[in-house]
């Protein structure tokens, strides 16, 4: 047991510092953004389409969910707020969180621990490159601008999908459906969502660049370390969400 929590422990510990040693560089100034859009750009790339499908899949199937418990209660009108409110504040910051782990998450992982079973990171460290400047933070950059941007997508999309059951599948004029949705969000509810986003992002590129930069045993090692970093991404983002939810219900009390 005790050995264990030392292993525990100590990963953390090394966890820590692997992070402060990036934010070091952000700090400095050495930054290459060049590399922060290439990485923007293929992380963006990667998860996209799947999460544009699964946020529209996620509104519909509130729409349709929405449509049979609103009627037991006369209440059809409200799934507009429903579907919205849903969306922005739980279900589209941390299904597309959980996606882009599995999806961009899993590459990151993968692709540095290639790089370090290949001694390619030994490589780059003998060519006096700093491999946390040149690999890491423009990765966890990436991470921190492609997530909020996605969820945003996400939102939009899930939304239509509501629209689209709504009105399609209830009878409910469409200008209803959208003035109920704009009214419904407030700033509180668009925001507190949001807020969760940049904090996923920190925790998926973190864990994801550690996993994959201190990888070691060949292919097999490649394997454990992606399945591990996507592993601890799922657990982290729903306990983390749990936290950041009632925090925010009760400092914002909404």
Known sequence: MNRVLDDVFGTIGRWVLFLGEAVGCVIRGHIRWGEVFRQVYELGLQSLLIVIAAAF?????????????????????FIAQLVSLSLVRELGPIFTALVFSGKAGAGIAAELATMGVNNQLLAVRALGVDPVEFLIVPRMLACLMVLPALVVIAEIVGIFGGYVIAVTQTGIPGVYYLNQTFHSIGFVDFFGGFFKTFVFAFLIGGVCCFQGFFASGGALGVGHATTRAVALCYIGVIVINTILTKMILVFWGV
């Open 57 to 77: 899949a996620s509104g519909a199937v509130l729409a349709l969910q929405g449509q049979v418990m609103m009627e037991r209660f006369g209440a059809r009108e």
